[in-house]
């Protein structure tokens, strides 16, 4: 498989944040090395032997990390058990002829646990058969979406591209995952998948700015029209000539903006 335009962003954003985390203990030294501001009780932000560091949270953390609850419920005693995780980009997948709203709506479907699959339920000590279901906990300001489209396909004992169309709207509302009320979003950036299966290809990128759409091919930068963005949503049909279709999303919270 050729170089993956979702592996690299993660690789990218996981990078910064080494870096990020390495030149703050250096900023950190530097500032100690000047005289500590008098209070009425000692220094200020002393730090206590022992006491275990906050961890740093970046520019990346502040503009592309939310949270995610894996929410399991046990059928027997109705006891809900809830895990956070932290998210970078969410990966969904996708059905020909859909939406990202409804590729939303089955991220946070509700699945039943049997069979093979029990869950084992800590008040009732034992496995017992449950629904588990996934939110959002925390909208990240920043919401980048990865739409799945090389999945391996047994029968062919290789990856496959999915060129499904999948409509992914300018403003989207994220109403089925969030627990609070209705987080908006607006599209401002797409990366491109140009070819037809997963071990070739080119990637392109649409970037709104100053409510401008352009279009970036390497050094080629073009001004296109909004309407422009809906030819990449991908193929109604399976076999078809285009092979330009959306593969990761970036939205930009509109309630952030209203904020600052």
Not at 3 to 16: G, S, T, Y
Not at 89 to 116: G, H, M, P, R, V
Not at 156 to 180: A, C, H, I, M, Q
Not at 195 to 218: A, I, Q, T
């Amino acid at each position: 498989m050729h170089q993956d335009a979702h592996e690299f962003l993660n690789f990218l954003l996981n990078e910064l944040v080494d870096i990020l985390e390495k030149e703050a203990p250096t900023a950190k030294n530097e500032a100690e090395t000047s005289p500590p501001e008098k209070v009425a009780n000692g220094p200020k932000n002393p730090q206590a032997n022992g006491v275990q560091k906050e961890p740093l949270v970046t520019w990346v953390h502040k503009n592309f990390q939310g949270i995610l609850t894996n929410e399991t419920r046990c059928l027997r005693c109705e006891t809900v058990t809830a895990r956070d995780e932290t998210f970078f980009d969410l990966s969904l997948d996708i059905e020909q002829n859909s939406s990202i709203t409804s590729c939303l709506k089955n991220f946070s479907s509700t699945e039943t646990l049997n069979a093979e699959d029990k869950f084992f339920c800590d008040k009732c000590c034992s496995l017992q058969e449950a629904q588990k279901r996934m939110k959002i906990k925390k909208p990240p300001h920043i919401l980048v979406i990865h739409l799945k489209r090389f999945k391996y396909i047994e029968q062919l004992g290789r990856y496959k591209k999915l060129s499904y169309r999948v409509v992914f709207p300018l403003e989207l509302k994220l109403s089925n995952t969030v627990e609070d009320a209705d987080s908006e979003y607006s599209l401002f950036a797409v990366v491109v998948h140009v070819g037809s299966g997963p071990n070739h290809g080119h990637y392109v990128s649409l970037v709104k700015s100053h409510n401008h759409w352009l279009f970036f091919d390497d050094e080629n930068v073009e001004m296109i029209d909004e309407s422009a963005v809906q030819t990449f949503f991908g193929s109604a049909q399976e076999y078809s000539s285009n092979t330009d279709h959306g593969y990761i999303l970036f939205y930009e919270s509109l309630g952030a903006n209203k904020n600052c």
